[in-house]
């Protein structure tokens, strides 16, 4: 018998890792300094809090009075006053009966999916949903059926004939394209069938509603028995971290049972510090959820009008078409190299097929730094 060299059981990764390289995805992390010097309309920043110097004070006192870290569980040591007051003031912002903060919005995702279902329960799950609700249909263990994107009534046809129970699953504000899914008439054809809607708000919280209060409320649907929501608090809130937003028995039946919640160490007490700060700067200047609205319209208008292909933005992402995976990146490169960092959004993440930038809209971009993003894009533009 052949000695087996150390090392072989892992082979087959330099095989997987050049296949990505010949077709142009592989991925690298590129750490960023503390002052890049780059215009950022990549970053997830959408009301401008994530070093807003009240949002960053509030994180350290909340680090200093509790401690790097959350030491433990939620279930055992990792709940603090703090955790709870965010619970509360988080839930009756977005007009719902509780809350349940997690450690990421993935976390959230997750816990929610596998919580809310069983071997028997039917999900029916949108096409373009993020990868968070997508892995959390896979380990619920129950039957999901995927839907073409945005289609009310392919949801009602899925439903028809299930007897048991039943959840649809969306995304609020869809991460790539930035549209809307049509949450009335996806709360009608749950209604329709005694299925209950779940929504990730990833991207609506602190974008749509009245002052930011999210896409649910705005949809008039915030608070509703047979509705739930997920949040992360690293996009408008500026921090980190994720919650369960639902009737009092959903979360209740969460703390029991979600496995992202039960065995998952607690958010960090400045995280949590931090968006608590954040989520009552966004009360007393609910005019930054508007502008960030105003500036991704904005954006749009002025790259469309130019020429390029844009999607039209439902909150703050705004979606720009790339000829190929190999021009976005081209692209991406050429706006950093002239001082602007944007997203580049390109096969398999997409699941269109279409390579794009990806910009997000901030709230406190100025009329120069939008003048200058526009120019930017529009002269890196690739010429086919």
């Given amino acids: 018998m052949s000695e087996i060299r150390p090392g072989a059981?892992?082979?087959?990764?330099?095989?997987?890792?050049?296949?990505?390289?010949?077709?142009?995805?592989v991925r690298t992390l590129r750490p960023r300094?503390?002052?890049?010097?780059l215009l950022d309309l990549a970053s997830n920043d959408y009301l401008g809090l994530a070093r807003h110097p009240v949002?960053?004070?509030?994180?350290?006192?909340?680090?200093?009075?509790w401690g790097a870290g959350a030491t433990g569980s939620r279930?055992?040591?990792?709940?603090?006053?703090?955790?709870?007051?965010?619970e509360r003031e988080l839930a009756a912002f977005c007009g719902f009966e509780a809350a349940l903060v997690l450690s990421s919005g993935y976390a959230a995702n997750l816990a929610a999916v596998t919580a809310l279902t069983a071997p028997g329960t039917l999900i029916v799950s949108d096409a373009d949903n993020h990868a968070s609700l997508i892995d959390g249909c896979r380990l619920s263990r129950a039957r999901t059926a995927v839907v073409p994107h945005a289609d009310p009534e392919a949801v009602r046809k899925s439903l028809d004939g299930h007897g048991g129970r039943a959840l649809a699953v969306t995304d609020a504000v869809f991460s790539v394209d930035g549209d809307a899914a049509p949450l009335?008439?996806?709360a009608d054809a749950c209604r329709a069938h005694g299925a209950a809607l779940l929504v990730d708000d990833a991207h609506g919280l602190g974008v749509l509603g009245e002052g930011g209060r999210g896409a649910l409320h705005a949809a008039g649907l915030a608070g509703d028995p047979d509705v739930v929501a997920t949040v992360t608090l690293s996009k408008s809130l500026g921090s980190q971290g994720g919650a369960v937003l639902g009737p009092a028995r959903v979360i209740a039946h969460l703390v029991n049972t979600a496995r992202t919640f039960i065995f998952d160490t607690g958010l960090a007490p400045a995280a949590a510090g931090g968006a608590l700060t954040a989520l009552r700067l966004l009360r007393r200047e609910p005019e930054r959820a508007a502008r960030a609205r105003a500036v991704a319209r904005d954006l749009h208008a002025r790259l469309t009008g130019a020429g390029l292909t844009a999607a039209r933005p439902d909150a703050a992402v705004v979606s720009v078409h790339a000829p190929s995976p190999e021009a976005a990146l081209q692209w991406a490169a050429d706006c950093r190299d002239a001082g602007l960092a944007v997203g580049c959004f390109r096969p398999p993440s997409v699941p269109d097929g279409i390579s794009r930038l990806r910009l997000t809209?901030?709230?406190?971009?100025s009329e120069r730094q939008i003048e200058t993003a526009v120019g930017t894009i529009l002269r890196t533009a690739p010429t086919a």
């Fill in 9 to 25: 059981a892992f082979d087959w990764i330099d095989e997987a890792s050049e296949r990505r390289r010949a077709a142009g995805l």
């Fill in 184 to 186: 009335p008439a996806l």
């Fill in 55 to 65: 949002v960053t004070r509030g994180a350290a006192r909340a680090a200093h009075r």
């Fill in 75 to 86: 279930l055992v040591t990792g709940s603090t006053e703090l955790h709870a007051e965010l």
């Fill in 33 to 37: 300094p503390v002052d890049s010097g």
């Fill in 361 to 365: 809209a901030r709230a406190d971009l």
